[in-house]
């Protein structure tokens, strides 16, 4: 069974950055689809930012291209989130997740979440 585990939320003032990492275990994160999501109090769970299981396309969410960039490292098994120039809009708790689903990596089901951490941006 995939397990996930998320690290390296924290407090950030704005305009900062913040590396979010995801530990795997019992499976091989190749073999999946992986996306980062967040939910800030009140509202729905979004999609943050993707990797599509065949062909490794990226894709990001608008609120967060060209601040946000998500990466896989095969030999660690492990996928990263580096956030920069952080608004406190981006306030929310992060979470890693994993799909076994094939085409756009914001349309397949994800089976797989590791438990959260709180990103909080504020002066």
């Known amino acids: 069974q995939l397990q996930l585990v998320e690290s390296g939320g924290g407090l950030v003032q704005p305009g900062g950055s913040l590396r979010l990492s995801c530990a795997a275990s019992g499976g091989t994160l190749d073999y999946y689809a992986i996306g980062w999501f967040r939910q800030a109090p009140g509202k729905e769970r979004e999609g943050v930012s993707c990797?599509?299981?065949?062909?490794?396309?990226?894709s990001y969410a608008d609120s967060v291209k060209g601040r946000f960039t998500i990466s896989r490292d095969s030999g660690k098994n492990m996928i990263y989130l580096e956030m920069n120039s952080l608004k406190p809009e981006d306030t929310a708790v992060y979470y890693c997740a994993a799909s076994r689903g094939v085409g756009n990596c914001f349309r397949v089901p994800y089976d797989y979440w590791g438990q959260g951490t709180q990103v909080t941006v504020s002066s």
């Open positions: 990797i599509s299981r065949i062909g490794g396309t990226r």
